[in-house]
């Protein structure tokens, strides 16, 4: 897809979400999709390779976030995988520090190609076990958020010992949370979340449902949270 023609199919759905996105976003998402493509080729990073769907469910999706996201805040995006959400939201906010998390080298190395070729400010990577990352981190973040990782019960293991007090969890879903929700209610009391809010949305010119869950932090989480690799898997929290 030429710059041209990927440049007004983002422009004119980022607006449909109330997002401007200016010239020089635009150049770095499409350098971002272009990367994206070239590495997929060597590395397994995401099964979505058409252009516009690229645009859609990874780069519109992920900034359906931003308005939960204010200056100067401090971002975890736990399981990044190629990005997700995190190097969009940054692309959008550069007044926020972002920090990627991921297990598997091969995909941080990718991120810190395109952190250095799109030019990147803020931002910010770790090759990391999220229990492990969690355990050096704890209570240092305002914001956590994961996209497509884990179960509900389970993903608040890994983003509610990160978050501080006040701070919240992003959960990004698919549209069926409502089940998730119900088996989360004892790792909420647990932890120490509570669920603020459920937004559905439907990505634009779509029918793909998405649901956003906040979860915001009210009391510490016990030092025992997470546990070592591995258990919140194995046995979740329900």
């Not at 030429?2 to 350098?31: D, M, V, W």
């Not at 701070?167 to 647990?190: D, V």
Request: glycine residues 4%.
């Amino acid at each position: 897809m030429q710059l041209q023609e990927f440049s007004k199919e983002l422009k004119e759905k980022a607006k449909l979400i109330n997002i401007e996105l200016e010239e020089n976003q635009i150049k770095k998402f499409y350098n971002y999709m272009n990367l994206l493509l070239e590495w997929n080729e060597k590395i397994n990073l995401t099964a979505i390779t058409e252009p516009n769907e690229i645009i859609l469910k990874h780069f519109i999706d992920s900034i359906t976030i931003l308005k939960y996201i204010e200056n100067n805040m401090k971002v975890v995006d736990v399981g990044t995988g190629a990005g997700f959400p995190g190097i969009p939201l940054n692309i959008v906010n550069t007044n926020v520090n972002y920090t990627l998390v991921d297990s598997l080298n091969k995909r941080i190395n990718f991120l810190n190609e395109v952190i250095e070729k799109v030019d990147l400010k803020n931002i910010n990577t770790v090759h990391s076990r999220i229990e492990d990352f969690a355990k050096n981190n704890k209570e240092t973040f305002d914001i956590a958020t994961s996209r497509a990782v884990a179960s509900l019960n389970i993903l608040l293991e890994y983003l509610l010992p990160l978050v501080k007090i006040g701070g919240i969890c992003i959960c990004m879903k698919g549209s069926n949370a409502k089940e998730e929700i119900e088996s989360a209610s004892k790792a909420l009391e647990i932890l120490g979340g509570k669920i603020e809010k459920v937004e559905e949305i439907t990505l634009p010119e779509s029918n793909i449902v998405r649901n956003i869950i906040i979860v915001r932090k009210i009391k510490s989480t016990p030092n025992k949270y997470p546990r070592k690799a591995g258990m919140a898997t194995k046995e979740p929290i329900i």
